[in-house]
């Protein structure tokens, strides 16, 4: 079902009602409700960036449609649920999972999200100008998306998606106690929560890339271990060689899919059967030994597996290194 959020009146309520999950005392608070379910909206205005707690409750799946006037940068955190962002000619931008946060820039126009039946709970900063301005700079990760922004490009951008900062709630719950206090308590606060936010996400993208590098490096090792004793037992042996490599089973064999781009016993059988018809081509050994030195201990087998990978079978290869009987 396609719902309008402009079409919906959202009430102003002094109290939260019972679907409210976490309440957020220093927040002003709107509740949209229809037929089909209830959005609660619990957001917090400051000079620097606005923080928005939605809370979705559906007793279908629903799209929702929505307009932002002008460009948008923002970090959107699904902690509870799962939602899908579409533009205004129902193209796919984003994909977003429970306990997950993405930081994406939204030029202005229409847009829709879906979200499945069920209950779902997201927390988005949008970052205004004033933090751009003063603070982008802490953040040279950020800068491509900022530029997005300050260009006001036409087209939406999104930057990784990784697990959402596990310090929201608490940081929320913290800002609860703030409430009473004065308001340049309130703005430490906010900040804190801001720089919080954005330092976990910075963290787990380094992190990210660190153990990418890491797999890549632990992959191209075994492409070179594999490519030089390809005729050997170990070849098969996946036991043997995640030990070599100091790694599990499981994981030795995904980098060596990675390295590959195959499982690692395909590629093994290729190594050795185009092993093989190198020797059958260049040199003048008999099909046993040409089999023995390709990694097979049975001729037999070997040519049997060689026609299944080759089409032809050693015989009927043409071999100008033999000798031909006069």
Not at 21 to 29: G, L
Not at 221 to 248: G, M, P, Q, R
Not at 276 to 305: C, Q, V, W
């Amino acid at each position: 079902m396609n719902i309008n959020i402009q079409h919906i009146e959202p009430k102003a309520i002094n109290q939260l009602p019972e679907c409210c999950s976490i309440a957020v005392h220093c927040a002003e608070s709107r509740l949209s409700t229809f037929n089909q379910g209830v959005i609660l909206r619990q957001y917090i205005k400051h000079d620097m960036v606005r923080m928005e707690l939605i809370e979705y409750d559906f007793q279908q799946e629903i799209t929702i449609e929505f307009e932002f006037e002008k460009p948008v940068m923002m970090m959107y955190c699904l902690l509870e649920g799962d939602s899908k962002l579409y533009d205004d000619k129902k193209q796919k931008l984003a994909s977003n999972t429970a306990n997950t946060c993405q930081l994406c820039y939204l030029p202005r126009g229409t847009y829709h999200r879906f979200f499945s039946e069920g209950k779902h709970l997201a927390f988005i900063l949008f970052f205004k100008e004033g933090w751009i301005t003063q603070e982008g700079s802490r953040f040279p990760l950020l800068s491509e998306l900022m530029d997005h922004y300050r260009q006001r490009d036409a087209f939406f951008f999104s930057m990784p998606r990784y697990a959402a900062p596990k310090s929201i709630i608490t940081a929320l719950n913290k800002m609860n106690a703030s409430a009473s206090m004065p308001d340049f308590r309130m703005d430490t606060a906010i900040h804190n929560m801001t720089l919080s936010c954005l330092k976990q996400y910075c963290s787990r993208h380094y992190s990210s890339l660190a153990n990418s590098a890491y797999k890549q490096g632990k992959a191209a090792e075994i492409e070179d271990y594999i490519k030089c004793h390809f005729a050997e037992k170990i070849a098969e042996n996946t036991v043997a060689l995640a030990a070599i490599f100091l790694l599990s089973e499981k994981t030795m064999m995904r980098l060596a899919k990675l390295a590959f781009g195959q499982p690692l016993h395909k590629k093994v059988i290729e190594l050795r059967l185009t092993h093989g018809l190198k020797l059958l081509m260049t040199t003048d050994r008999p099909i046993n030994e040409i089999a023995f030195r390709a990694g097979y201990h049975d001729a037999h087998y070997f040519s049997r597996a060689f026609k299944k990978f080759m089409g032809v079978t050693p015989n009927m290869i043409s071999r100008p290194w033999i000798k031909m009987d006069s």
